[in-house]
C-alpha cells in the first residue's frame, strides 16, 4: 500500500508541475496575443494548447483500429513540443528577470511584452531549424586507438570499426535517415559494426511495420556486425521478437555474450544495465563476462550505458563502446549529463582501456539537437603499438 500511495503521489507531483510549466508557457503566449490585439477565444487557444502539450503523454496509450495513426501523428507533435515547451519555459524566465530588471531600473517599456514575447518566438523558431538541422545531418567522427597487443600470425594489424549508437528507429526515426547510417558505415568498408543499444525507440511495431529491417540489412561488414540491447528495447518488451528480427538480417545481438572474431579479436556484450531490475537473471559483471576470454588478443567491450569504466579496465577489455546520453541532445541538458557520467560524450583513456562514448544517430523524443550532433562513429583499431 505504501509503494501504491507513494507511486499515485509521484505521478500527481509530476503531472502537477508539468500542468504548471505548460500554463506558464500558455500565458505567455496569451499575452503576447493581447499585446498584438488579436482577438480570439480563450477556449479555441487552450483547448488545442492543451492537446499539443499533453499529445505525447497521451500517444503512450493504446488506441484502437483505425484510431493507431491518431496516435503516431500525437507522439511526433508531442516530439516536437518536448523540446518547445524545455526551450520556452527557460526562455520566457529570461524573459521574466529581463522585464524585473528593467522595472526596478524605471526603464521598462510599456509595450515589453510584445517586444519580449517575439523574441522568444523568433528564438524557438531559430533554435527548431538549428535544431532539426543537427539531427537529420549525421557527420562521422573518426578516433585511431593504439593497443599494446601482438597481432597473431597472419592476423590484421590494422581494424577499421563503425560504431552507431542510439539509432531509435520508430515513428519519428525511420527509413530516410537509416538510409543514411547504411550508406555512410558502408562507404567505410568495416571490418566490424557494432550497434552499443538502442538501435529501436521501445516499441518494435514501427520498425516492423515500415520494414526498417530491409534497410538495416544492407548494412555489410567483412568480419560480422553486433548488437546489444539498450534500455528502450528493454521498454518496448519485445527482446526476444526483435533480437529474432535482427538474426534474420544477419546481425547478432549479444545479450552476456562473448564472441571471437577469427581466433584474432574478442567482442564483448553485455545486458543493458536495465536488465538488473526489470530480468531475473540480472546480467552479468564485466569482469565474469570476459574472464574466460584469452587476455593476450584485443578485446572490445560494448556496454550501453557509460558506467563503471574502472571495473571494465580492470577485467581486461582494451575498448569500452557506450551511447545512452545523447550528450543531453540539447542544452542546456549536457550539463546534467557531464554530472551524471565520468564520460557523457566523446574519448576517454581509464588505464590501457580506450572508451568512446557516442551522442548517438538517431534521437529520442524530439528530432532536434543543439550542442549536439547526429553521429557515425569511425574507428581504427591498430595493434602492436604502445
Known sequence: MKIRSRTVFLLFLLITVYSSINYYIGWHLTDWLDALEVSYSPWLFWIPFGIVAFSYIAARISLPGMLTSVGRLLKVIGSYYI???EAGFLLFILSDLVELILYWTGVLPANYSLYSGSAVIALLAIFTARGSR????PIVREYELDIAKTPIAGGQKEWTVAMASDIHLGNTVGRRHLAKLVSRMNAMEPDLILLPGDVIDDSIEPFLRNRMGEVLGQLKAKRGIYAVLGNHEYY???I???VAEMNKIGIRVLRDETVDIGDELSIAGRKDKSA???????RQAVSELIQTLDKDKPI??????????AAAADAGADVMLSGHTHRGQFVPNHLFTKRLFELDWGYMRKGAMHVVVSSGFGTWGPPIRLGSRSEIIKLKIKLGKV
Open 83 to 85: 523540446f518547445i515547451m
Open 134 to 137: 543537427n539531427a537529420w545531418s
Open 236 to 238: 518496448g518488451g519485445h
Open 240 to 242: 526476444d521478437q526483435y
Open 276 to 282: 538488473e531490475s526489470m530480468e531475473p537473471a540480472k
Open 300 to 309: 572490445i567491450l560494448m556496454d550501453h550505458q557509460p558506467t563503471k569504466f
